[in-house]
């Protein structure tokens, strides 16, 4: 079957570690995203990858870092820097074409929590 | 810059009602995309529908319809005959104009949705 998986599911961190969380997908998508959803609140843009080695900023890329050394995956690391960590990650992956609405297939999320 | 707002930020409906949710948007690009998705409790994102700004006519998907305004910039999702598995947040969504390295979405703050047996 073809999606996006996440890990961990949940994941614990203390204050002043950097953690990476996983995004693969299997859908042979061209671009990736990631994203940060706080209790009530939308889908906010971290970091996305349009196409391998090239990503960009989105609306709250500080305290975050990102690679995309393969199409497959985009990792995501929360770092220190990062003020308030605490919250819902999704990862989501679109092709792209421009005659083509490229809807955004979204992973299962990965919950963290700085303790 | 784009912008999405949801009004609602939750809606009780009796189960096989009828539900409307509604979304405005705000942008100055002619061309836009509008997208519904589906938020379980588990978490993870549903694509239901998707509306672009040129398509002449409603979008339809099943249950799901989209009731597009677009001289008053509004994109509403009408659910048919609810049932008690459409409880669940609901987003709507905006990508701006459809060309390569403008595929970002910008999401409202969504509506919770609870249905009533």
């Known amino acids: 079957d073809g999606g996006i998986t996440q890990s961990p599911k949940y994941l614990f961190r203390k204050e002043g570690q950097n953690v990476t969380l996983s995004c693969e997908q299997n859908?042979?998508?061209?671009?990736m995203y990631w994203y940060r959803q706080d209790p009530g609140q939308g889908l906010r843009l971290i970091y996305y990858?349009?196409?391998?080695?090239?990503?960009q900023k989105g609306d709250i890329a500080e305290g975050y870092s990102v690679s995309r050394e393969k199409k497959e995956s985009f990792p995501l690391t929360v770092t220190s820097a990062q003020k308030n960590p605490t919250a819902f990650y999704l990862c989501?992956?679109?092709?792209?074409?421009?005659?083509?609405?490229?809807?955004?297939?979204f992973g299962p999320g990965t919950r963290l929590t700085v303790l | 810059a784009q912008k999405i707002t949801q009004t609602q930020p939750g809606m009780f409906v009796q189960e096989k009602e009828a539900v409307t949710l509604d979304c405005t948007y705000d942008?100055?690009?002619?061309?836009?995309?509008l997208f519904w998705y589906k938020q379980p409790s588990s978490g993870e994102m549903i694509f239901l529908i998707y509306?672009?700004?040129?398509?002449?006519q409603n979008a339809t998907e099943g249950r799901y319809s989209l009731n597009f305004q677009k001289a008053r910039k509004s994109a509403n999702l009408v659910i048919s005959a609810s049932q008690l598995g459409d409880s669940a947040m609901y987003f709507c969504?905006?990508?701006?104009?459809?060309?390569?390295?403008?595929?970002?979405?910008?999401f409202g703050t969504g509506t919770r949705l609870t249905i009533i047996p």
């Open positions: 969504a905006m990508r701006g104009p459809s060309n390569f390295g403008n595929e970002k979405l910008t």
């Open positions: 859908l042979n998508h061209d671009a």
């Open positions: 942008t100055s690009d002619p061309s836009y995309g």
């Open positions: 989501a992956s679109s092709i792209v074409l421009a005659v083509s609405y490229n809807e955004q297939f």
């Open positions: 509306q672009g700004s040129y398509d002449q």
């Open positions: 990858s349009q196409i391998v080695n090239d990503f």
